[in-house]
Structure formats: C-alpha cells, structure tokens
C-alpha cells in the first residue's frame, strides 16, 4: 500500500512538474462546463434572471440588492420599485415585445427600469448618455424603441431631437418632478402614484431565451454604435462569467463602469445571480475608489481599461492596503500597471478576462500570469472551439490556402481569433444591421461548411500556451513591410517617465506605401517633453519599423464611455501642422532626437526630400 502511495505521489510531483498548470486547466474547464449546463437547463426551462430574482425576493427580502451613495435598497425594495416602474410602463401603452430606450447615468433608476421593462416583457435599450443628435438619432433608431426615458440633466439632448421622436409617435419621458416641455412627460411623478403590487407573470409569457433582453452598443470607435442583441441567453452567458472568475453569494461587488455597457451592467446581473449585493457608483473616481471600497466592504472590483492606471497614479496613502478587497475582474490592464497594483494595493487576484458582448466565445487568466488573458489547451479549445488564423493586415482579412481554408497561425505569431457559431455557442448579431452581422461571420474557416464568428482581434500563443492580446485588426497597420501593433508602441513609450498617456496610430504618407506611426501622448504632471531622452527610449525598446515617426503632445486624449482611444479624427489629421495645434515632433534619425515638426519639415516629408 505503501508503494502506490509513494508511487502516486512521484507521479504526481512529475506531472506537476511536467505541466504546472494541469490542475488549474482542468479545474477551469470544468467549471465553464458546469456553467455551459446550466445555461442550457435554463434554456430548457425558460428560466430568466427575472425568475432568479422572483426568487431571491422571497428568499432574502431584506437583504441589500444595492448601495448607492448614502442608500440602501433591499431585493424587495428594488421589486416593489421595479414593478411601479413596470405599471407607468403599461400605462403608456407599452406591451409585450415592444422596447424602451433608457438614457441615463449610473442610478438605482436605471435598474429598477430594466427590471420593469422585463417585467412586462419588454426589452431596454442602453443609450450611451455621451451621444447626441444624429448618434442619438442613430442608436434610438437601432432598437425600435417606442419610448424614451432619460435623464433630467439631459433634456437638452432629447429636446433637440424631439421632433423627429415625436414624428415617429415615441413616448418620451424625463426623470423628473416637472417636465417643461408639453411633449414631454414626468416618469417620476407617474411612478410615485403607481402601485407597488406584484406584476403577473402572464405578461411575460411569450418570452423564449432568444427574445431580446437588452441592445447594448458597441463603442463606435470606427463609426456610429452598433448595436448588439444580447438575448435572455445571451445575458445568462454574460452573467456567470463572474461567477466563474470567482465571485460568491457574500461578497460585496463594486461597479464605476457605465450601466449602458456590458461590463457595468454585467456587475448588476452577477449580482442577481448569485444572491449578493451591489455597490455602485455614480461615475468612476481614482480619488473616491479606495474609500468606496472601506465604506461599502467591498470584496470584489471591477475594471476596464484604463481605471487600473488611473488609480496606481493616485498619490500614495497610509492607507492604501486598508480595505477587504480580494478580487478584481476586468480587461485591458497594461501588465507594469498590473505589477504595481498588487504591489502597491495588497495581493489582490486579478482575474483579466477577454470578451465581446456581442461574441460567443470568452477566456479568463485564471493563473496570474502577469500579462496574460487566458490559456490555450486541449479542453478548452475542444469544448469552446476557437483557431488563431493567419491575417493579411494589408487585404484586410485572413489568408487561405490553395484550397482557401484559413491557415492556422503558428505559436508566437499574431492570429486573427475566430470562434466557432454553434448551437451552444450562438452569434446573434446586430439589431437591424443585417450587413454588419454578415460582416463578422466568416464561412469555410477550416473545413467547408464551417461558420466562425469573427472577432476582429490579433491574440498570440506563448511557448507556455499562455494568450496575449495583441491589437485590433483596425489597428495594426502596416509600414516597411511590417505588422505594428499599436498596444506594443503605446506600452512602450508609457515606460517612460515623461508620458503618461499614449495613442498610437498610422497615418499616411506621401509617396509612401502602408502607414507611418504616430503617437499622441499627454505629460505627467511637472514634466516636460524630453525629445532625446524619448528617442533613446525608443530606438532601446522598438524595432526600426514600430517607432513613432510622429509625435503629438495633446493635454487630454479622447475616449469613449469605457476608456477606449478614439483614432478617426486623429488619423484623418494626420500630422499636418496647417491643421493641428498642438505640438508636433518628428523623429530624426541623424540628428537622434524628435525634432519639432515645422511647416519646412512638414513640406520636406510630404514632397519626398526627407526620406522617412
């Protein structure tokens, strides 16, 4: 007996050794399995997170649902204020299957709505509270809504697209005590004399899980929002990914993104499904973060882009390890930022995921890899198949064979993720933008017949099968007959000690094929721009081809609502100082230094008489 316990333990101690990650993959796998059967069982059932809530209710009524400021609402508080939601809904003539636009900011409002509009059937769509006029117009128009509801503070906004809501025949609400506008009506003034009774489940009856429960828009980075169907068993996929990053039923999760984006309002429908309560914040704060968390008893945090470097630029307190947070489940965060976080704030497990909302394929760094966004095994790519595919930057799309299947890409190599459209694994599109859906599925991926959904990101495989962001295909651009990646530029020129911010970026050139480099940064506080000191910096960390030929220093970058670089102006710009006021530098490879970028030097590389 003895022998097969030393024997067991030495096979052990070999496998480990062999594959240091066996037991983590497995471990995950299963639980992403476990997940995967309950969504179908809630398919089978028509089991929605309305029901899950109904359920909770009764279970915990008294339980916080959610912290807000100063407020505490109970799960049956936010039912009892779901369902007067529910009823001014009904009374406007609001019925099964038809849709509401909701146009407001981080609020209880926001929530107590939604669960309303499920209430009776009807589905929300998540206006971006930052888009006006045609944007306005535009995303409105995607979802079929029949009603509005917004914001008080954004009456400006709606009134100036209210004749073209009112010549559609939409119900336009504002969420305040009085409404100086005819056309206009008060939500909460009808709200306050609604009843609170419960709200039959007859008329949510006709739901199936592919009824739409929200749209939710994508950024619009390249163009106007799209938006994304997230089906009721779209919104279950969505709502256990925390569950498998490793939330549970007593925490405590705090939410500073958007409620209109899938990661903000993700943090809510967690909540509901495993029972535990909801911190949320109005607008995200680097300088209020850390005292959130202690007042609320926050356990576990959410991130996006840049959140995690804005708070590690907060000055450094006593107190920066005081608080109870264990968990932070985000996606984008650079990995110098991640080593200073945790070493700064306390050995907290960041859980960097990656994911689209409108996707159907979703990996989790369940390991710690510093830098990593998942792994690449045998069980997780037999269940959830995927394939890194080889990418033409310069066509625009992936390279085929002779028999035009896609070509796998090679470890180490950038490929084009491409996840396979299964039954379990659905691609529902955008809402009436038939064109766009096409346009990110791709046929005859790897065998004739197959259908992938596209995902528009370059991932690498590392020599130990861990997964890296790499870029976005729009982008990598090409120049010298190289791939740059803006990530990789942008990381690099954050490491120095002058730039705090950076957007790299090609622009066109001349006479010349592909796209030049070129990065807007913004300065760290009481620091100048060290043009030689960035030059060495960039000729040490970057090849020839990926350094910024141009520079432009800007005292803010433009994002959008979830931290992403805005490029389409920028780009369009270019680096002509006839239209750019800011200062712009130009990268001098015989005197070594960024130089400034005059109209002589300007005039010099658009006519071809400086070589770049």
Request: positive net charge.
């Amino acid at each position: 007996m003895l022998v097969w316990i030393v024997f067991a333990a030495v096979l052990f101690l070999a496998l480990f050794s062999r594959f240091p990650y066996f037991f983590q993959d497995v471990q995950h796998a299963l639980k992403k399995l476990k997940s995967s059967r309950l969504i179908l069982k809630y398919i089978q059932t028509n089991y929605f997170m309305l029901d899950r809530f109904s359920e909770l209710v009764k279970l915990q009524p008294h339980k916080p649902l959610l912290l807000f400021k100063d407020e505490t609402f109970t799960y049956r508080q936010a039912d009892e204020l779901s369902n007067k939601a529910a009823r001014v809904f009904l009374q406007s003539g609001l019925k099964q299957g038809d849709t509401a636009a909701l146009f407001l900011g981080n609020e209880p409002m926001f929530l107590w709505l939604w669960l309303g509009l499920g209430k009776i059937g009807c589905s929300a769509a998540f206006l971006n509270y930052n888009i006006r006029s045609r944007s306005l117009l535009h995303s409105f128009a995607c979802s079929g809504a029949k009603a509005l509801v917004a914001a008080e503070e954004l009456q400006d906004a709606v009134e100036e697209v209210l004749p073209s809501l009112l010549e559609e025949q939409v119900k336009v609400f504002i969420l305040a005590d009085r409404c100086r506008t005819a056309d206009v009506q008060s939500f909460k003034d009808k709200m306050n004399q609604a009843s609170s009774d419960p709200i039959s489940k007859d008329l949510r009856s006709h739901l199936t899980m592919r009824s739409p429960a929200v749209y939710i828009y994508t950024s619009g980075t390249t163009g106007l929002p799209k938006a994304a169907v997230v089906t009721h068993s779209k919104l279950w996929a969505l709502s256990k990914f925390p569950s498998v990053a490793g939330v549970k039923s007593t925490d405590v999760l705090y939410d500073s993104l958007p409620l209109y984006h899938s990661a903000g309002f993700i943090g809510f429908t967690a909540t509901i499904d495993k029972g535990m309560t909801l911190a949320l914040r109005n607008k995200f704060s680097a300088s209020q973060f850390w005292d959130d968390c202690r007042k609320y008893n926050v356990t576990v945090i959410q991130y996006i882009g840049e959140i995690m470097r804005y708070i590690c630029s907060t000055p450094k307190k006593h107190n920066d390890r005081s608080h109870k947070v264990r968990l932070a489940i985000g996606n984008g965060i650079r990995p110098d930022v991640w080593r200073e976080f945790i070493s700064r704030f306390g050995n907290i497990n960041v859980r960097e995921f990656y994911g689209a909302t409108e996707g159907n394929f979703s990996l989790i760094n369940y390991s710690n890899k510093i830098g990593a966004i998942g792994r690449h095994t045998f069980l997780h790519k037999k269940f959830f198949p995927y394939a890194l595919i080889k990418f033409d930057i310069d066509a625009g799309k992936p390279l085929r064979d002779s028999a035009g299947f896609c070509i796998e890409a090679d470890k180490g190599e950038p490929g084009l993720l491409v996840c396979k459209i299964t039954a379990t694994t659905p691609f529902f599109g955008y809402a009436r933008d038939l064109q766009q859906t096409e346009k990110k599925k791709l046929h005859n991926v790897l065998k004739k017949g197959d259908l992938y959904f596209n995902s528009g990101d370059l991932l690498t495989v590392d020599d130990d099968n861990f997964i890296h962001f790499q870029d976005r295909v729009g982008d990598t651009f090409r120049w010298k007959g190289e791939n740059v990646a803006t990530t990789e530029v942008a990381d690099a020129l954050t490491l120095l000690d002058c730039i705090k911010e950076a957007n790299v970026y090609g622009v066109e050139v001349p006479g010349q094929e592909g796209r030049a480099g070129m990065a807007a940064v913004t300065l760290r506080e009481g620091q100048s721009f060290d043009s030689a000191g960035v030059f060495k910096h960039v000729e040490k960390f970057l090849p020839a081809y990926a350094r910024p030929r141009f520079l432009r220093i800007q005292s803010s970058l433009d994002v959008t609502g979830t931290f992403k670089y805005l490029k389409m102006k920028l780009v369009k710009e270019g680096f002509d100082p006839n239209q750019i006021t800011d200062p712009l530098y130009f990268l001098d490879d015989k005197d070594k230094d960024y130089v400034p970028l005059t109209l002589d030097v300007f005039n010099s590389v658009t006519s071809g008489k400086i070589k770049i």
